[in-house]
């Protein structure tokens, strides 16, 4: 089978890219952030999403060096947007706030190695704490113990933001929201959805008002995934959502595109 037999060597063929899809502050229209998102330049199938790789490298492992090159590429990107070093920025530097989301998968996180690589990767690139949000999956963290957190907890106490990716679709516990060393959830895009018919289903709209109310409660920002209208991104903001990310705003794309939701063009 191609793929399998392709991953091992891709990274040192340098067929790994990405791409950056911006979170827009809900106050201001205005860019917070963007995710890396990872993409394969493969050799024969051309271009491939993380779904067909990343199970196949987290079963194989190759998602620890695939994972820090991520990091690696993502925090460098963000020293960039800061600086106003990226090509066709014409506005400068001051861009300190800009950060950037970078996914681990489970295996990156059981790593012993997590904490002091990420350290070194913000060192090297000379990039603060601030600037970096990890997204970690509902999933992953399901069961850790007071242990398994610690490293979690470790980057959130040095100023790393920990986003909880997806939530709302695997088993939450929202007991379990207080013991979790996250500053954000990620409202997964299947909340958002219910908010496109006209009106909104009036129950989407209990949950989701519910779950910002909680959230707010518990000191943690709220971002909504999979915004595609705008009656959605209108819905949401009456929601009192923090931050929003979707195709309504942006797809993901080249590094190059995030400056523009800077100062969004109105
Ligand atoms: O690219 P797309 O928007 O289709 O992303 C699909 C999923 O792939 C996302 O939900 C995200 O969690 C995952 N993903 C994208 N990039 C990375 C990455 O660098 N590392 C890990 N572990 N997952 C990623
Ligand atoms: O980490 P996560 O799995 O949430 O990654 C986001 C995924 O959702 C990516 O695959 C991205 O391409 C996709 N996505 C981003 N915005 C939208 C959107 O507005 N609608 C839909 N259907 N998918 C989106
Ligand atoms: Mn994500
Ligand atoms: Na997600």
């Given at each position: 089978h191609s793929l399998t037999n392709h991953l091992p060597g891709a990274l040192e063929r340098d067929e790994f890219f990405l791409e950056y899809q911006p979170l827009i502050r809900m106050?201001?229209?205005?860019?917070?952030g963007a995710e890396a998102l990872v993409r394969w330049r493969h050799p024969v199938h051309g271009r491939l999403g993380p779904d067909r790789f990343i199970p196949l490298a987290e079963h194989t492992g190759l998602i620890v060096p695939l994972g820090r090159w991520v990091l690696e590429q993502a925090v460098e990107q963000a020293y960039f947007w800061q600086r106003g070093l990226?090509?066709?920025?014409?506005?400068?530097?001051?861009?300190?706030?800009l950060r950037v989301n970078v996914n681990l998968s489970p295996r990156q996180l059981h790593h012993p190695d997590l904490v002091p690589d990420t350290i070194a990767v913000l060192e090297a690139a000379g990039v603060?704490?601030?600037s970096l949000c990890l997204e970690v999956t509902e999933s992953a963290l399901i069961g850790a113990d007071e242990d398994e957190l610690k490293p979690l907890r470790q980057l959130a106490e040095l100023g790393v933001d920990i986003a909880l990716d997806?939530?709302?679709?695997?088993?939450?516990n929202l007991a379990n929201l207080r013991r979790l060393?996250?500053?954000t959830l990620k409202l997964d895009r299947s909340f958002t959805?219910?908010?496109?018919?006209h009106p909104a289903d009036p129950l989407d709209v209990t949950f989701v008002g519910g779950i910002v109310s909680l959230a707010h409660a518990l000191g943690l920002r709220v971002t909504v995934e999979g915004v595609e209208t705008e009656a959605q991104a209108q819905q949401l903001r009456e929601l009192d959502c923090d931050t929003a990310q979707g195709w309504y705003y942006a797809r993901p794309a080249s590094p190059e595109s995030i400056p523009a939701y800077w100062s969004p063009s109105d």
């Open positions: 106050l201001d229209g205005r860019v917070d990226v090509e066709g920025d014409s506005a400068g530097a001051g861009r300190e706030p603060s704490p601030e997806d939530f709302g679709t695997g088993y939450s060393p996250a500053t959805q219910g908010l496109q018919q």
